[in-house]
């Protein structure tokens, strides 16, 4: 029986315990994981409501089906009206938690979005706000912050530089997307990072790389989930990473960063059928059910099958609860604070 003390553990051997779980996975790590999400979260499941916003983006990544160059897309922008909307019926079916994600839209100025935080922070004072838009400026993330946000998520993709530059056109810098990380928590948000699992050009070696680069950040979310290719990308014709890969670099993740909250993304639920249990018990304790207005939710298309009805949506959050309990956790509906900021609220 391996013994998995992960956050000991060089690259050298890191790169080696992937190896050898991805030839054929260890139950005990599975278990191991499932332990320490327990330990921390006592097998509650938390339930976040996310708005996608907007599907423009100024920014031209290569495996995104939002990036600039996607002309196959129509786009959308919703307004400030119609997301807070969506807050307020996600807050009347229970949802105590929201997402703000979007490209990064330059029609969208980060002064409307303040006051769309400050907003929301008005009406919904017992809620917790995450956001994900994107890198911005420290200014723009302190004055996020300030008007009421609580949490950022910004994926760094990969931890490995010219890999990330093999995924991202040359406009994009890694170092940049590494500042904007640490900019984050000094500016008080829980922060999230996030990888890719089988994206392009990917190997062994870089899936170690996120695992130490996550131990230094030492973030309070990560998100992630294996690549998806989409149809109107460069990397349309590349194959998807799997679902048994993903669930192993789920498992270490939580072993890596015990307290950490890791979704159960809607990319591996994709892969794997819609069947949420295997992530559970790999160790994620978040969903994060679609709550933008129907007639949106297909055009917010990261990558092919993406889905966005049944448990994925509003309207079936009951649905969606009755899967985690069956799964043998506890939906949760709360704020779903990283356990060392809970006591803050």
Known sequence: MRDYNISECSHGELTSIIEANFASPDPYLFALARKQSLKFYG?????????????????????????????????????????????????????????????????????????????????????????????????????????????????????????????????????????????????????????????????????ARDLLFLKELDPHMVGLGPFIAQKDTPFADYPSGGAALSLVMLALTRLMLPKAMLPATTALATVLGGDRKPMFDAGANVVMPNISPPETRGLYALYNGKLSAGAESAEGLAALAAQIREAGYTPDFSRGDHVTEARKH
């Not at 079916?93 to 703000?100: D, Q």
Request: a negative charge; aromatic letters at 10%.
């Open 43 to 207: 097998g509650r499941v938390f339930i976040r409501g996310l708005v996608e916003v907007s599907n423009y983006c100024r920014r031209g990544c290569l495996y995104c089906g939002i990036n600039r160059d996607n002309t196959e897309l129509t786009r959308y922008r919703l307004t400030p009206e119609q997301i807070l909307e969506c807050f307020a019926q996600g807050h009347g079916l229970g949802l105590r938690s929201f997402v703000m994600q979007g490209g990064e839209d330059p029609g969208f100025p980060d002064e409307v979005m303040t006051d769309i935080i400050r907003e929301f922070r008005r009406r919904f004072a017992d809620s917790a706000l995450t956001l994900s838009l994107g890198e911005k400026s420290a200014d723009t993330y302190r004055a996020f912050h300030e008007a009421g946000a609580d949490r950022y998520l910004l994926r760094h993709e990969t931890a490995t530089k010219t890999h990330y530059d093999c995924l991202h056109p040359a406009d994009m810098d890694f170092d940049e997307r590494v500042r904007c990380l640490y900019t984050l928590k000094d500016a008080g948000f829980q922060t999230g990072a996030g990888f890719m699992v089988g994206s392009p050009f990917q190997t062994i070696n870089d899936l």
